[in-house]
């Protein structure tokens, strides 16, 4: 019995070692195909945009309408019916915001902060009739005087995030597959949002598109 569960042990250790490293020649295989980033080193950083796939499980560097570059990430792990509105806390809105911050963390590495939820958000809540009247003019009105805004978690969820593996990063940036699992940010390795930042600043546009 001893025996068997030494051999089950060990052969699941060689899986998950011989996983990591297809996952990591896989990923070494696709970086060779992506846009150097030598290459964008002068480009404006004023016409520089990230759209996110969710369906490619993708986020791309834009200058302007050219893509530069393209990263792997992963996303939250359910999915919602109510537009960029999220079920469950844990799915990865969909619609246009804009970084406000750009700060380190030691759960996450690094993270870039968008401004969800914003002006769409709050109307796609009411036109829902997931917040009243009175909560969407309250709403409004600290959005319009740029203000840091608390909503109700149970209809918008937590802020979200670009932000890096932390910890667990040689894990997940070598497998070989992708799955979401984020409570609704954008997760990505951590010497790629390194990378990311030296071209994006507050104010930098993201677009979320399923």
């Not at 911050?101 to 993270?111: A, C, E, H, P, V």
């Not at 917040?131 to 802020?159: A, Y």
């Not at 390795?189 to 994006?200: K, P």
Request: net charge positive; aromatic share 14%; glycine share 6%.
């Amino acid at each position: 019995m001893i025996k068997k569960f030494i051999y089950l042990f060990i052969s699941l250790l060689i899986f998950f070692a011989g996983m990591l490293l297809y996952g990591n020649f896989m990923r070494m295989k696709d970086s060779g195909n992506l846009l150097s980033v030598k290459n964008i080193a002068s480009t404006d950083s004023a016409k520089i945009k990230i759209e996110i796939n969710l369906k490619k499980y993708s986020l791309t560097l834009f200058d302007g309408d050219v893509p530069l570059k393209s990263y792997r990430v992963f996303l939250g792990h359910s999915e919602s019916k109510l537009g960029s509105l999220r079920n469950g806390f844990v799915t990865t809105p969909t619609g246009k915001y804009k970084v406000t911050s750009i700060d380190t963390s030691k759960l996450f590495y690094m993270r870039l902060v968008i401004d969800y939820p914003n002006f769409e958000d709050i109307k796609t809540a009411y036109k829902n009739n997931f917040i009243n009247r009175k909560e969407f003019r309250r709403l409004w009105q600290k959005l319009s005087d740029g203000k840091q805004i608390k909503v109700d978690k149970k209809i918008f969820g937590p802020k979200i995030s670009i932000e890096g593996y932390g910890k667990l990063n040689y894990i997940l940036k070598n497998l070989p597959f992708v799955f979401n699992w984020t409570n609704g940010s954008i997760a990505m390795c951590n010497e790629d949002i390194s990378e990311l930042i030296r071209f994006v600043k507050p104010g930098t546009e993201v677009k979320i598109v399923e």
